[in-house]
Structures are given as C-alpha cells and as structure tokens.
C-alpha cells in the first residue's frame, strides 16, 4: 500500500456531541499497513445492528444524532469511517481510491466483525456502495434505511446538479468542508461544523475526498457500474427486507426525483418520508429520521 497518512488524535479532541470510545480494525487482508475506525455502540448481542455508512466529505460524526436514538430502543450501532475519512487512515495518492476499493473494504469490515442482522443505513456514497451490498451477502442484511442517495449504474445520465458538484470539487481541490456542511446545514454550530473539518488538517489528507465526485459512475463501463446495475436488478427482483426511506427535501443533488427513481428499484420499499427543511446531510435531522424509521418497523 502506498504512503499513509494519519489525522493525529488531538485533532478530534472535545468534538460536540461526539463521547464515542474510538475502535479500530487493524491490517484488513488487502490493506496492509492502514486502519479502519469504527464506533460501536449498544449491546453486541442484539438482534439489529445497525451499520451506517457515510458518505463525501463526511465522517462517523455525521451520526452521532441518530445512533442515540438506535441504541435507546436496544439496538447495536456500528459506524465506520472509509479509508481516507475520519479517525481512518488516508493513503496520500489519489489513484489508490476507486470504487471496488471502497466496497471491498466494507465487505471485510461486516466479514471480520461478524454482523449479522445488519439494518444498512445510508446516504450519498455511504449507498452508492452501501447498496451494492445485499446482493453481495443477503444472509447478513435484513433491513435498508436509505436517505439522499443513488445507484451508480452507469446507464442513467447524471443530473445537472450533480455535474455542477463534480466540477466545484475539481475547481476547489482545498475545500473547506465545515463551510461546505454549513451551508446545507445552517442550524448547526460553528463547533459542530469544525468537526466535521477534524479529519483534516491540510490538503494533503483529503486525497479521498477530492476523488469521491469522478468515482460515481457515469457510463456503462466505469467500474463499479456493473456491479450497481447488479444490484440494481437483485433489490427490484429479489430483496425480501424491510425498507424505509428518508429525503432531506431541500438537496438540489440526490434529493426527491433522484429518491423516488430509486424507490422504484428496491422492492417494496415505501414512500419517502421528506423531510422539508433537510438538505444532503439528512442525518444533521437525524433524530427524526431514526425515531420514524423504528416506528415504521415497531422498534
């Protein structure tokens, strides 16, 4: 594996909100040399897990709203960071991330901690890869909650708001992240928005999150497309779980129109609980999302 770089441990000093025990998982095969931060919260033995998966430019933090609510009703939460995001280690080339980097370490991470009974919960490319998942290992995935998000298959023309994204972050190869939250997220407090800056104390560690926007694919052949397309076909076909899906309304990217196409590729999945005033970052509305999601399921 190439050259690593790791966010020293002050930098996440006295985050609001944030009084999770760090975990880590140590030289996964195939990644050598790097670690993989993780929170895991509530009792191991419990029936649900609950596996949330961030997305870009995000981290672990971006659920500390929502396992609270997860782990009150007796549930077991695990949030990992990706390579090259959060407490996690980022390698410094940028060739090094690609889809089936991403993926394949997510597949170890459930294999090496045993989850079983996994409610996958995701958003952005927390369910660009997170979705790809299930058709993957169906005997460990029993329920979806799915917020602000799509399948990158390849044969769906990107919209115009996702294309104006992916050239701001080609443009802006330095940007500020906590500024970038804040401005979908203008309730949040100028410490919570510097959390989210935590992970990275200069350029040189956002190697990932520059990438992250030329990784969704957008033609037939870009890698990872045919797996979604896979995927795509076993949800609409073959998922039997439970489903509940949320959408901050206010996203001009992956917002209502992008959620209801996907709705219409995971079978049985209800309509989308919106919420009006969320934006991309649903999960800064998260308690409200959790609290709906376990009722619509009874806990």
Not at 52 to 63: I, K
């Amino acid at each position: 594996m190439s050259e690593t770089l790791r966010t020293p441990e002050e930098c996440f000093d006295n985050l609001p909100g944030f009084d999770y025990t760090p975990n880590y998982i140590e030289d996964l095969p195939g990644y050598s040399g790097m670690r993989m931060h993780y929170l895991d919260e509530g009792p191991k033995d419990a029936r649900h897990v609950f596996l949330c998966l961030h997305g870009e430019p995000t981290w672990s933090y971006l659920y500390r709203k929502m396992i609270p609510v997860f782990t009150a009703a007796g549930h077991r939460a695990v949030a990992p960071d990706l390579f090259g995001f959060g407490r996690s280690d980022k390698p410094a080339r940028e060739e090094v991330y690609q889809f089936d980097f991403h993926r394949r370490s997510l597949l170890l991470f459930i294999e090496t901690l045993g989850l079983q009974g996994i409610t996958l919960v995701c958003q952005d490319w927390g369910g660009i890869l997170g979705l790809t998942l299930p058709v993957e290992i169906p005997e460990r995935i029993s329920r979806l909650l799915v917020m602000n998000t799509l399948l990158g298959t390849g044969d769906v023309e990107l919209s115009d708001g996702f294309v104006a994204w992916r050239d701001w972050v080609n443009k802006n190869p330095d940007m500020a992240i906590g500024k970038l939250i804040k401005r979908g997220c203008p309730h949040l407090s100028e410490e919570e928005c510097r959390a989210y800056d935590a992970p990275f104390p200069d350029a040189s560690y956002k190697a990932g999150v520059r990438c992250f926007p030329n990784l969704v694919p957008d033609h037939p052949d870009a890698p990872g497309a045919e797996v979604s397309r896979r995927a795509r076909d076993w949800l609409r076909e073959e998922w039997s779980g439970e489903s509940f899906m949320a959408v901050g309304a206010k996203d001009p990217v992956l917002g209502p129109p992008v959620m209801r196409a996907l709705r219409k590729e995971i079978r049985g999945c209800p309509e989308p609980y919106e919420i009006e005033d969320g934006g991309h970052f649903v999960q800064e509305w998260g308690e409200e999302v959790a609290r709906k999601a376990l009722e619509s399921w009874n806990g």
